[in-house]
């Protein structure tokens, strides 16, 4: 692999975190965010890499790293679909919302299309209740879904 | 009291750009700063007191007598982190404060952090809510910008910054040691009690943890003082709440009303009752973890604390969640534990394994495979848990295994090969 | 001061004392797997919750501290009840595999299980599948079904050894002990991970399916790797020592000992001298006893005193040293020189490793020996194993007219050795040894020495014999006449020597 290093922006990012912070290690979770926005995904390198930036154990980066969900310790999709299967979404048809992904993109929970642009998971509540059933693509949460919003948010896609 | 009237935490939601600085300024917004800094933080903290404020996360602890906790002579640096791991099920009341108006809670963090003597404070916001995050961080910006945040605000001597932290996804940051673990950059623990993070919290310093909405009240107490505030709700359980109306209803949505409301009033009129002219079966009516009411004991439950207390259930975080008759609630319990096996930070023995052991038996039940014998496990690991460990999460599960297994035995009972 | 009652027996504890430190002031045993006394308070696995009157929930006793008045239930019902319920918990994902399980025996899972349970598992649910026979490092192996996730091996290593290798991964029932992918658990007191393990998560790979551990006996020992002399546990069966455990000794180990010292156990059982050998020729045969008393004989009596020396050894016990030093006054030899293995700065640390690899220097050096310093060359040598390859070339250089060797193993000083008597180790005899505080620590002999071995004092006092000189000897006035002390003076902890000036 090569070499791991912020680029330029997120260096500058970086040094803004720190100064929020008596501590180093304070800013695990914002720094983690950087290097997963740069490299896609958290591998042993980056974090690694993150370790020595706070001054931390890898092993102490690595135990944060796999207790947060939204950390990937696997490179994903580009396209990222979570759909929320919590009680709110399920009582208003989250169920369908996932049959309809695997589907359309003939995978399973947890996988990603061979093409490496879908991945679907299965994600707990989202904080999105009232607007049940819904999902979040990448960042963006995409609310009150039928099967036709879902099939028009797909071929809207690239 | 009709709902319209009491609006102190929702008043600008249908104001068309509420989230910006010269909108909430139209509106009074930061007003409250002037008399703020004229005030000593005791008697801050008594105003406070006096608005019966409480923690509306979801415990419900007296706000000015948790602020009073903080030790006033430590010579540390004392913190605020406000709560905005909104992740219970059911409840999104303060991913849309934070939406739409973003600077209320901002006016009210500067409230706390003088009353605490606390110069940084810090926003932990779960990492989800990228959206809602981007908003705070264009409000915080435009306050310091203004000079509500920073140094010498508005002249007052008064130094305040604000930081917004991002989680990643774990239900138990809302906690609030566990928030204060995974502030400092470790896995999100809940920490062991006592010490009390008043004293011992965040970097080992005096902290306090409240929850958007808490703080989001402060500037209408603080302005219009805790006497009108206190117009609003019951004697015991002063002031308005957010209720997060989800599942069967026709207009789920959040829901500012004073507390004592009816539950059936919130469901029939302001929700425009049950979808597709159902039948209710049952509310949940704090968010996931506090017990469910058969829909009998819902329709006759004021929302305030000692009223659903009295039905046997909790007020919770005030998520609201609603099923019909169809609903089944085999598969509605195996959905929460899910999540709450899913959730369990892992740490303590009987939270780690009873989750998920009540989990797979209410999994393996709804495939048609119950034993004998199953509602009497279920009801033990519920027993076995609740109250044995470092934080309550196990009790947010024991809870809904209770009450499911008391008002929809006979349900459960179907799914048991007889 | 305050006094509390634990069980109806009111005692007083200082200041902070937990319930947990005070019911065991007050011998009474709380269960628990998460606590250890020299980590950090986790109060995860919730083993030793009590009942504290006028609390309105069950606490854990570990991080309760003591106050003034309280009343602790440890043993009623209820709390058996609680303690069952937590044990049944930790049990529903654990292999259960007993019989394959190297910890079986010494489990703590299996001893609560006899203690508060007893009845079956009413778990019918798959297990959670994790990694077994995980590798985890030159010395330890991982089993993470078994784990019970108490996280006393990371405290371990994140506070005792400050190297923080373990950690956990995932959350919840899927929680996982591991390294850093790629790394390995490899710091000098890894095994100390699996001393504290309660449960067979963590097992020792050279202890490994070697032996069901109730086969095994034990005596109280003092490791021979450095000057610290950590206390341990020497493990025997089988005239075999099968493994060292720690045996803790607030002074000098606490409860913890490094791995090369704890893996120096098959010192007593491989390469070891069974029978006298004697040079003839050129080279080294095996002999009678008598015939290599003899040639002892012939070498030492034809010389003055001034024409030996007696070589001790830093390696060797305080009473085996004071026996040869015995032997010197009788014979009137005064040349006492030790042998000692070389130091090894590098390997040190502040911790429990010495740079003086010896695990008497401090005793031979109270006897009045002087560091093995040579002027051999016309003299007949007569040693205690332990010299260094320094030593050994010097010998060699130097060439004395016989060299007489009490060894233990064989190797390269056996190698020089023209007459070879077989020594016993400090496994297969009572004596002590001096350690870098000057604290005198006793062992008690595990083994039965095998063929003709016998303790170094015993041949120095055939020698003698055979020289016709009166030379009686005995362990325990050896370590009077050279130390002013009683092996009942030394107790558990060892006894500092009163300063020689």
Redesign the interface.
Known sequence: MADIKFNEANQKKFEQLLKRYPQKRAAMLPTLWLAQEQYGWLSPEVMTYVGGLLEVPPSKVYEVATFYTMFHLQPVGKYHFQVCRTLSCQLRGAEGITAQLKKRFGIGIGQTSEDGRFTLTEVECLGSCGTAPMLQLNDDYHEDLTEAKLDQLIESLE | MDVMEAKVLTKNFGVKDSHTLPVYESTGGYNVLKRLFSMKPEEVIEEVKKSGLRGRGGAGFPTGLKWSFVPKDSPK?KYLCVNAD???????K??YLMELDPHRLIEGIIVCSYAIDCHQSYIYI??????PKERLEQAIAEAYAKGYLGKNILGSGYDL?L?V???????ICGEETALLN???????MPR?KPPFPAVVGL?GCPTVVNNVETLSALPFILGEGPEAYRKFGTEKSPGTKMF?????VVR???YEIPLGYSLKKLIEEDCGGMKDGKALKAV?PGG?SVPVLPAKDAMEVNLDYESLAEKGSMLGSG?V?V?DET?CMV??LT??A??Y??????????C??????AH??LK?MLAGEG?A?DLE?LH?IA???A????CVLADALAMPIWSYLKHFRSEFEAYIEK | MPKLTIDGKEIEVADGTTVFEAARQADISIPHFCYHPKLSIAGNCRMCLVDIEKMPKPAISCNTVANEGMVVNTKTEKVKELQKSVLEFILINHPIDCPVCDQAGECKLQEFYMDYTMTDSEFHEEKVKKPKKVDLGPNVMLDDERCILCSRCIRFCDEITHTSELCFSERGDRSTLTTFPGKQLDNKYSLNTVDICPVGALTSKPFRFQKRVWFLKHVPSVCSGCATGCNIYMDYDDGKVWRYRTRDNESVNQCWTCDAGRLSYPLHNEKRVTRPMVRKNGVLEYSTISDALGEIARALSSLGGDEAVLVGSAQESNENNMALKKFGQTCQIKDLQYSAKPKDDADADNFLIKADKNPNRAGVQHLGYQEFHGGIGVKVVLALEGFSETHLSQLREEGPVAFILLATHLGPETELADVVLPAATFGEQEGSFTNFQNRVQKFEAALIPQGMVLPAWKWLEKIAQELKQPLQLSAEALLQEGFGLKFADLGTEGKILESKN
Not at chain 2, 244 to 248: D, I, L
Not at chain 2, 352 to 357: F, H, L, M, P
């Open positions: 640096p909104e992740s219970e099920p059911g409840t999104f303060d991913r779960r990492g989800e809510f990228v959206f910054e930081t932290h991002r989680g990643a996804g774990a239900y995974s502030l400092e950059g470790l896995r999100g062991l970097f997060s109306v989800s599942g069967h789920p949505g959040n949940i996931s998520g969640i099923m609903t598969k509605t959905n929460l899910h999540f096996a899913h959730e369990s930070c892992g740490q303590c023995s009987p780690r394994e009873g989750t998920g052991w797979k038996i393996r034993r014998g496990t033990r027993d076995n848990m109250g044995k460990t470092i």
